[in-house]
């Protein structure tokens, strides 16, 4: 049997590190909540999940943290900030393939 992502690498599956991205709840899909308010939650998880690792990579630098919380931290914004240019580059996408159609 072949162990899932998240049990092999615990913190991709659980946003253990810096609350990376996640997508919604059911209960909060099934409860209505509008595009440009799952979008908002996003972008802040996002920028708390860049602030964390740069206060982490601050105390590693000051000799309060490991190198490994380090790297984590700076891996999770890492990751964070790629899902985020990517979101925006289908949403760039999207509008100018809406631009381009005929009314």
């Known amino acids: 049997m072949i162990p899932s992502i998240g049990a092999t690498f615990p913190s ?12 919604p709840s059911p209960t909060q899909a099934a409860a209505g909540a509008d595009f440009s308010a799952v979008l908002s939650q996003i972008a802040s998880d996002a920028v708390a999940t860049v602030k964390t690792a740069e206060a982490t990579s601050i105390k590693g630098i000051n000799g309060e943290a490991t190198t490994q919380s380090v790297v984590e931290s700076v891996m999770a914004a890492e990751r ?17 393939e809406l631009s381009r159609m005929a009314i």
């Open 12 to 23: 991709i599956g659980t946003g253990a590190i810096g609350n990376a991205i996640t997508p």
């Open 80 to 96: 964070t900030l790629q899902t985020a240019v990517s979101i925006r580059d289908k949403a760039v996408s999207a509008y100018l």
